[in-house]
């Protein structure tokens, strides 16, 4: 007699029924209803009509808010980004043999990304202030320029995007680490053998090796990135001057959803940010051909 | 030569020493504030160390919003979606990583695609679903999406593929069923991957803003990200109050992290997920 390649089917359905009854209610009718939702129009009393392809018209020809949010989302993405070199440098330092305090300095590094985006923002929303925030103080001291960090449309979305790379630092640092001890101690010394210092070893042994988990990092950090909303609903509150020039794409779906209540448009920036994630993660497997060396 | 490597290493801890102190120095400078009076806050030069310490910046925070609500609210939430995550994932891992079934390929893409869709796609309808169910400013509406999040499968699912066959085969040649293995072999065998996916949802689930802001709008139903966040909306002057306010709601999940540093740093390592 054959075998039953289905042996577990009924087992499958009893205790698959609550999970997947989750995902069907919780995700993929959502999922569903979002990309109905983009092509509706009404609010919440009404309900909502299917009216076809007016909120995607209306998106190409005066959705300008849409695509500033987006640059800037992608701007900021970008320079938290900045914060995988950093990273990798503090991995190759905490690596060296015989180095004491490991974990004392790992705990450190890593503090901020257990701690709350709300409450860490507040802090530096204060660090920031342009009349007694403790940053301008420092630069003051120092003869650096000074100035209202989060409230100048200029410099806002770069300060919050300097506390995205404090509060990431910690997991890139933990998934770089991780890379390294997979790299063979051999090779490092055979290099400083030849008589490479440790800044050529670095460089010529320890990145190209790395590039697997460097990869790794860096698409996590981006597709973290774009969902950035919680640093700047604290760090810019709604009457800063700054905000409508530094909106991230989740926070203008925020505003539109669920401060306007315009549901029909707020899902069609959630399917723009979908667009945008698959994007950009499809140019960095791309790019990846490139520079990823696998060992 | 052993000159040189103490050295060498000194340069190292100068270096990582004053790295470790930029990261810290936030978190020192919310202490000191915590303890100032609201024109020491504000002075210009800043004072470093408060005159005498304004303990009461602690108890003000208590009095401005429900802090006692929304911190019971917060531990609820996290408790419920942790232990529904925990079940939920478990058994569609399990079913996914060790029986053979109809379906199982489409069924696991379902949860697959969930996976690699932002979250926003998810949130206006989830919003209607929770509404619909006349569950709006309740601990459940804080848990219930994320408990079926499809993060935990996956998780638990690559841990769990790693499990030799032959557990499952040995058993069922003495005549256990598939939700014995599951309860009796599979999930003891998982015990580090369930401990790393229990910390990952407890730090989502107790620094998460976007969903509990939504869905609980009355304040002894708020969680306190939420709180803090009303906190700032309604004295965003009062820096000692904030300082001393923020500094309590992250200083659970920061002693959590120090107590089971080891388990954290795998849970990040294991998912390689952003937090």
């Known amino acids: 007699m054959r075998p039953n390649r289905y042996p577990d089917n009924a087992w499958a359905a009893i205790l698959l029924a609550v999970p997947f009854g989750g995902l069907v209610i919780f995700y993929l009718w959502p999922l569903l209803r979002t990309v109905l939702l983009s092509f509706s129009e009404g609010t919440a009393f009404t309900g909502y009509t299917i009216t076809g392809f007016e909120n995607w018209r209306q998106l190409f020809e005066n959705g300008d808010d849409v695509w500033r949010a987006l640059l800037n989302t992608l701007v900021y993405a970008a320079i938290v980004l900045l914060g995988v070199p950093i990273a990798m440098v503090i991995a190759a330092l905490l690596h060296q043999r015989g180095l004491g305090g490991r974990s004392f300095y790992r705990t450190l590094y890593f503090v901020p990304v257990v701690t709350m985006p709300v409450a860490v923002a507040m802090v530096w929303r204060y660090i920031y202030n342009g009349d007694f925030g403790l940053l301008n103080e420092v630069l003051d001291a120092v003869g650096g320029p000074t100035r209202a960090w989060v409230a100048d449309p200029d410099t806002a979305l770069y300060a919050v995007a300097v506390v995205g790379i404090w509060m990431a630092l910690g997991t890139n640092l933990i998934i770089l680490a991780a890379g390294l001890e997979s790299v063979p101690p051999s090779l490092e010394e055979a290099a400083m053998l030849d008589g490479a210092g440790p800044v050529r070893r670095f460089f010529s042994v320890t990145v190209p090796l790395l590039t697997p988990s460097i990869f790794l990092v860096s698409v996590l950090s981006v597709i973290g990135s774009l969902q950035m909303f919680d640093l700047l609903f604290i760090m810019l509150g709604r009457t800063n001057p700054a905000l409508a020039d530094s909106r991230t794409i989740v926070y203008l779906f925020y505003e539109e959803a669920f401060v306007r209540n315009d549901r029909p448009l707020g899902a069609v920036i959630a399917l723009v940010t979908l667009v945008v994630t698959l994007a950009v993660t499809a140019v960095q497997f791309r790019l990846q051909r490139r520079w990823v060396t696998y060992a | ?275």
């Open chain 2, 1 to 275: 030569m052993r000159e040189r490597l103490r050295s060498r290493h000194l340069v190292t801890h100068v270096l990582l020493m004053a790295g470790a102190l930029l990261m810290v120095s936030p978190f020192v400078w919310q202490f000191l504030t915590s303890l100032k009076t609201l024109g020491e806050s504000t002075r210009i030069p800043p004072t470093v160390l408060p005159s005498s310490p304004e303990w009461g910046n602690y108890s003000a925070f208590f009095d401005v919003v429900p802090v006692g609500s929304m911190a019971v609210n917060s531990v609820l939430a996290l408790v419920l979606r942790v232990a529904g995550q925990l079940l939920v994932a478990s058994l569609a891992a399990y079913v996914f990583a060790r029986l053979r079934f109809r379906f199982r390929g489409p069924l696991l893409a379902g949860f697959l695609v969930v996976l690699m869709v932002p979250p926003q796609l998810f949130v206006i309808p989830q919003y209607e679903v929770i509404r619909a169910m006349g569950w709006l400013n309740s601990v459940q509406a804080l848990a219930l999406p994320g408990m079926f999040s499809a993060f935990g499968v996956f998780v638990l699912y690559q841990f769990m593929r790693t499990l030799p066959p032959e557990l499952d085969e040995a058993a069922r040649m003495d005549g256990a069923n598939p939700l014995q293995i599951y309860l009796r072999i599979i999930l003891p065998l998982c015990r580090p991957a369930l401990a790393a996916l229990t910390i990952l949802t407890s730090l989502f689930s107790w620094n998460d803003l976007l969903w509990p802001l939504i869905v609980n709008t009355v304040p002894d139903r708020m969680t306190l990200p939420v709180g803090l966040a009303t906190l700032q909306g309604a004295q965003g002057t009062d820096y000692p109050v904030l300082m001393a306010g923020s500094l309590l709601t992250i200083l659970p999940m920061v002693l959590v992290f120090v107590l089971l540093q080891k388990q954290f740093i795998r849970g990040i390592a294991m998912s390689g997920i952003k937090a």
